[in-house]
């Protein structure tokens, strides 16, 4: 048993304006619904750009920050080098002000050394070394 139901042809129109007027408004929803998305998509990526350049500049702080300690340091190496380079001269400074009787002192100090040399018997220590190895020779050839 099928009920059908007749449509008049006014009652058709009518339908056919509805279902239209149906589609119009789902239509506008999903358009409404895209801009919404693409929006939403524009200031998202907007939001990631900034991010990653945040990050960016992290990074590169982080790098400075290095960097810094870094160069603390060498100036901190360098000034205690400048200061032992300075010591020496101003021990110098200091030993070159001392009285001009201390020099003649010294050089007499140096006058008053000897020094004698005697003669080294580096040949005849040398000839016995080889007659020595030579011997060492003929006894291994021997063996």
């Given amino acids: 048993m099928f009920v059908t139901n ?4 006014g009652e058709k129109s ?5 279902e239209t007027e149906d589609l119009q408004k789902k239509k506008e929803e999903l358009e409404n619904e895209f801009q919404s998305l693409t929006e939403k998509e524009k200031t998202l ?3 990631v750009k900034t991010l990653e350049v945040n990050v960016a500049i992290q990074k590169l702080e982080e790098k400075i920050k290095v960097k810094r300690e870094a160069v603390e340091k060498l ?7 400048e200061k032992e380079l300075n010591e020496p001269e101003t021990s110098k ?3 070159e002000q001392e009285p001009e ?25 040398a000839q016995s070394q080889e007659q020595h ?6 006894k291994r050839r021997f063996f």
């Fill in 6 to 9: 007749k449509i008049n042809p």
């Fill in 14 to 18: 009518l339908a056919l304006s509805i």
């Fill in 45 to 47: 990526k907007e939001n």
């Fill in 75 to 81: 100036e901190s190496k360098k000034s205690d080098l």
């Fill in 93 to 95: 400074i200091t030993e």
């Fill in 101 to 125: 009787g201390m020099e003649e002192v010294e050089e007499e100090q140096k006058a008053d050394l000897v020094v004698t040399v005697a003669p080294v018997e580096d040949e005849e220590l």
């Fill in 133 to 138: 190895k030579e011997e060492e020779k003929k």
